[in-house]
């Protein structure tokens, strides 16, 4: 592998663990639903990165990129049917704090 | 060059991802998402893969940030005073945060990742629309059966209970 490409690699993954482990927590340590939201897209991003770095360092780009727009695909439905949740949530709750969701009843 | 541009989105896209998470307003974290997603798709194209390139621009740095700013708007913003009151909060909770992105930055300083396979032989030279359409055609079908469930997941989300026998809407 050339020194470009390995070089490319040891960055990509370091930018990968850092986004990655910043969405994570604020996935978990957030108080609002779209902030939630926005550490999954953050999520998305990281792993979007990881599979492009690593299609270039092996050569098969073409696969990568088929597999970042399955995952692009993904990402928006799942955004819109999440973003519709967050606002049936608080239109029933008057809030958007995910803590007041454990007083639903089921 | 290229290397020294590649590094540098890098570097951009980890303080836009940053700059998202902890932006004092819902509002300036969706531009920054998009400003994420336009860093990540610049990184698409210098890595050689401009479809992929292309649906992260059109599609994740303008749809999906139109979405954002319609939850925000469609949901109760906070005024000026509790935004700011919630915001020092919220970055005392990030704290450990910090500490944990430290101790990544002294963990790959000092042992960088590295990938010691090389490449397979043979390297593949498959056009991606070849790949899309005829080596991953079984996605294609998982990717038109998530968009149904998600269009019925949104009209089920939003749909209105009508009145019963004709009486006035409220």
Not at chain 2, 78 to 85: G, I, M, S, T
Not at chain 2, 93 to 99: D, G
Not at chain 2, 105 to 118: E, K, L
Request: aromatic share 6%.
């Amino acid at each position: 592998m050339s020194e470009e490409a390995q070089f490319l690699f040891s960055a990509g993954t370091i930018a990968v663990i850092v986004l990655a482990l910043t969405a994570v927590y604020a996935m978990v340590a957030s108080r609002n639903l779209v902030r939630i939201l926005l550490g999954l897209e953050i999520l998305t991003k990281a792993v979007t990165l990881l599979v492009a770095v690593a299609g270039y360092v092996s050569g098969r780009m073409a696969l990568a990129e088929a597999l970042i727009i399955t995952m692009i695909v993904v990402e928006v439905v799942i955004i819109a049917v999440a973003a519709g949740v967050v606002i049936n949530a608080q239109r029933h709750t008057r809030d958007l704090d995910p803590r007041t969701l454990a007083r639903l009843r089921g | 060059m290229s290397v020294y541009l590649n590094v540098l989105l890098l570097g951009l896209l980890v303080v836009t991802g940053l700059l998202t998470i902890m932006a004092p307003t819902l509002l300036l974290g969706a531009i920054s998402l998009a400003a994420a997603s336009a860093v990540l798709s610049a990184l698409l194209f210098q890595m050689g893969g401009p479809l992929a390139g292309v649906f992260e621009l059109s599609v994740c740095a303008g749809m999906i940030t139109v979405v954002f700013v319609s939850v925000i708007c469609l949901t109760r913003p906070l005024d000026d005073v509790e935004a700011r009151e919630r915001y020092r909060l919220r970055l005392l909770r990030f704290v450990p945060l910090s500490l944990l992105l430290l101790v990544v930055a002294v963990w790959t300083w000092y042992m960088p990742p590295t990938v010691d396979t090389p490449p397979p032989a043979g390297v593949a030279t498959e056009s991606v629309r070849i790949v899309l359409w005829d080596l991953r055609r079984l996605d294609l079908v998982g990717q038109v059966l998530i968009i149904l469930a998600g269009v019925f997941g949104v009209v089920v989300l939003f749909h209105e209970n009508r009145p019963q026998d004709g009486a006035p809407k409220p």
